[in-house]
């Protein structure tokens, strides 16, 4: 997130870190575009990562957020800037990024990115 320079976007089944929140913000004071897809069950709670998500997307018109009800979105995937892809198990939670044994992989490609950005962007429909 802290080298992205054009754009980021995000599937989140989880998120409750702080610190990946400030991440964004400072991503989005340097001008990177930011797409999140957030998986959002009807009657869920939205916790302070989510809530300052909200704030953000209203301070930052260049921060789009997808709530993704329809279905069960549970991949934790980040492409930056058209070409780095992050992908594995963690959520984005102190736990899923500090404490449990999980497993990720980064990718430098554009083919594969753009693959991935392909079928993300379907969620929109």
Same mark, same amino acid.
């Given at each position: 997130?802290?080298?992205? $320079?054009? /754009?980021?976007?995000?599937?989140?089944?989880?998120?409750? !870190?702080?610190?990946?929140?400030? @991440?964004?913000? *400072?991503? %989005?004071?340097?001008?990177?575009?930011?797409?999140?897809?957030?998986? $959002?069950? /009807?009657?869920?709670?939205?916790?302070?990562?989510?809530? !300052?998500?909200?704030?953000?997307? @209203?301070?930052? *018109?260049? %921060?789009?957020?997808?709530?993704?009800?329809?279905?069960?979105?549970?991949?934790?995937?980040?492409?930056?800037?058209?070409?780095?892809?992050? !992908?594995?198990?963690?959520?984005?939670?102190?736990?899923?990024?500090?404490?449990?044994?999980?497993?990720?992989?980064?990718?430098?490609?554009?083919?594969?990115?753009?693959?991935?950005?392909?079928?993300?962007?379907?969620?929109?429909?």
């Amino acid at each position: 997130i802290s080298k992205a $320079s054009n /754009e980021l976007v995000m599937t989140v089944y989880v998120i409750t !870190s702080m610190d990946i929140i400030d @991440d964004l913000r *400072n991503a %989005l004071e340097r001008g990177v575009g930011v797409e999140i897809y957030l998986y $959002s069950e /009807e009657k869920q709670e939205e916790n302070d990562a989510v809530l !300052s998500i909200l704030k953000l997307k @209203d301070e930052f *018109n260049y %921060l789009k957020l997808y709530r993704i009800k329809e279905e069960m979105l549970h991949a934790k995937v980040l492409v930056a800037d058209g070409h780095k892809v992050l !992908s594995g198990s963690a959520n984005f939670t102190f736990s899923g990024m500090f404490k449990n044994y999980e497993l990720g992989f980064l990718v430098n490609d554009s083919t594969i990115a753009m693959q991935i950005l392909t079928l993300i962007k379907r969620l929109k429909s």
